[in-house]
């Protein structure tokens, strides 16, 4: 075995891989480009910095030896928590474009910047933590899933809408698409906050206290003349954008992939949840016809907080050659993911919808609509849900979990 073959396999022994089988070949020695989130890639002269921005994403896999979910649940997610170890990585993404941005890399050793600790604590196997396996997994219950049931795209973007409302850090504004139809009119009803200008600063900091000074955005009208003239200003929260669908019968139809590789192009780009049935992967982008991911199926031991003021970030950064799969390989039951800080980023994202994915009206991923439709329900933008649980309710064989092979679940059946 070659030198370079054992470090790759070292690794995955260090990082507690569990199989070695899926040892994949060296990145394509190719013209095309790679496109990773929004970012293109030339392989022969921007390798370094193609790997970097991957091994940059924060990276959730299973854990094991975490405290029970509920006191009494599984204390390990390994065989049934890969999507939403998939939905954390797609907003841990959202978080560092919204407080570090999209040029930001993540360095072994490197001190780094105090708003990526946070994030980071955001995601720890502990029950208080906003967005950890816990929090996740006991609010699925709200969602007909049981605690140590397999979850798909459209239950972990659920869930993550509503969690966001208990994140007063990033007050975040989570608007998951319903019919395959996104609003632009309930999304701006959702993300913008208006306030008199009279004792706007006392107002602003009571009422959207949790926002950082950079979340917040002063907006003119399209004429130009601004809130403030008219005794209003807005403040526009921080959109992630969640989009189901489903591609396909068993796999995905092919007149849904140029569309899909576009999404990847686009500078709001937060990836894909997908993958294939019982095997959840977050895809961050495509070369030619694969797509590349990252894996959660690998089992480590949950990290100790308390052990240490610091955390040991070195676990969750991917640092071996990314994984791809052929795309017409895709399990056709998907979430596209995108995030616009401000609404000039949302103006600008409904452009290259408009430019770029819906130029094919027979074969639209998603219809975007100006209007709520007048035959939905009344737009409610949500509120804190009532949470019951105690999260003892948990799949006692993992055998029941993967009896069928359709187990992504079909939409707007």
């Given amino acids: ?24 070949e060296d990145l394509p020695d190719t013209d095309e480009p790679f496109w990773i989130l929004g970012r293109r890639y030339h392989i022969k002269s921007e390798r370094p910095a193609l790997l970097l921005d991957i091994s940059s994403r924060l990276w959730f896999t299973y854990r094991k030896k975490f405290s029970p979910i509920g006191g009494t649940g599984p204390s390990s997610d390994a065989g049934w928590g890969c999507m939403l170890r998939c939905g954390q990585m797609i907003l841990a993404q959202t978080l560092v474009c919204c407080h570090l941005g999209r040029e930001w890399r993540w360095e072994k050793d490197k001190r780094q910047p105090e708003p990526y600790s946070r994030i980071l604590k955001c995601f720890l196997d502990r029950k208080d933590s906003c967005y950890s396996i816990h929090q996740m997994a006991q609010m699925g219950v709200g969602e007909g899933k049981s605690v140590g049931e ?11 809408k509503k969690l966001a409302l208990f994140d007063e850090w990033n007050t975040l504004a989570v608007y998951v698409s319903m019919d ?11 993300c913008k906050i208006h306030h008199k200008n009279k004792n706007s600063t006392t107002d602003t900091s009571a ?12 907006h003119k009208s399209r004429t130009g003349r601004s809130h403030a003239a008219s005794g209003y200003h807005s403040i526009w929260k921080p959109l992630l954008l969640l989009v189901p669908l489903r591609l396909g019968i068993n796999h995905i139809n092919p007149v849904y992939i140029e569309s899909l590789k576009e999404c990847f192009k686009m500078p709001q780009s937060l990836g894909v949840l997908g993958g294939k049935p019982n ?12 797509l590349i991911y990252l894996d959660p199926h690998s089992t480590q031991s949950a990290i100790d907080p308390e052990s240490s003021k610091v955390v040991d970030d070195v676990s ?12 017409v390989n895709l399990d056709p039951s998907v979430a596209l993911g995108f995030f616009c800080k401000d609404e000039k980023e949302f103006d600008c994202w409904c452009s290259f919808v408009h430019k770029d994915i819906l130029k ?13 439709p007048e035959h939905w329900p009344p737009f409610v933008p949500p509120t804190k849900p009532e949470v019951s649980t105690t999260g003892a309710e948990f799949v006692e064989s993992a055998d029941k979990l993967f009896e069928s092979e359709e187990e992504f679940e079909i939409l707007n059946a």
């Fill in 150 to 160: 397999w979850f798909g795209p459209n239950t972990v973007a659920q869930v993550l």
């Fill in 180 to 190: 395959n139809t996104i609003v632009i009119e309930d999304i701006k009803k959702l």
């Fill in 360 to 372: 094919k009206p027979s074969f639209r991923m998603f219809e975007l609509v100006q209007k709520h």
């Fill in 279 to 290: 095997n959840a992967y977050y895809f961050i982008g495509f070369v030619g016809d694969e």
């Fill in 207 to 218: 009422q959207a206290g949790a926002f950082s000074y950079n979340h917040i955005h002063l």
């Fill in 316 to 327: 969750y950064h991917c640092q071996r050659i990314p994984q791809r799969m052929k795309i």
């Fill in 1 to 24: 075995m070659t030198d370079k073959r054992m470090e790759a396999v070292m690794a995955r022994y260090e990082n507690h891989i569990t199989a070695l089988s899926d040892y994949l």
